[in-house]
């Protein structure tokens, strides 16, 4: 999954690599970074735009993986709090592009 949002600060970005996304970019950066973060993230690999490039974000959404994994398969949710859950996140909806 590769987030691409309005929302610049580090801590979102940490908070969407959290959830298991591999990938963010910023809107503004999107003329320049979609494509090469669409191939990074097909490719497996993690990729956060430029911005971003002095914060370390592999090691702490690689925990987070871990620990939603963890979540997941010993407490499944009701579906209705997983949606109540999902509100406040970005979404595609919310993608535009030239």
Known sequence: ?????????????????GTGAH?????????SE???????????????GRRFSSH?????SHAAAFQAKQCLSTTPAPVHEM?????????WSDVHLP
């Open 1 to 17: 999954m590769l987030f691409v949002s309005q929302e610049s600060s580090a801590d979102v970005v940490q908070e969407a690599l």
């Open 23 to 31: 990938g963010y970019v910023v809107k503004t950066d999107a003329g």
């Open 34 to 48: 979609l494509l090469e973060g669409v191939n990074a993230v097909l490719r497996g690999q993690q990729f956060v």
């Open 56 to 60: 370390d974000f592999v090691a702490s």
């Open 83 to 91: 949606a109540k859950a999902s509100v406040n996140q970005p979404s």
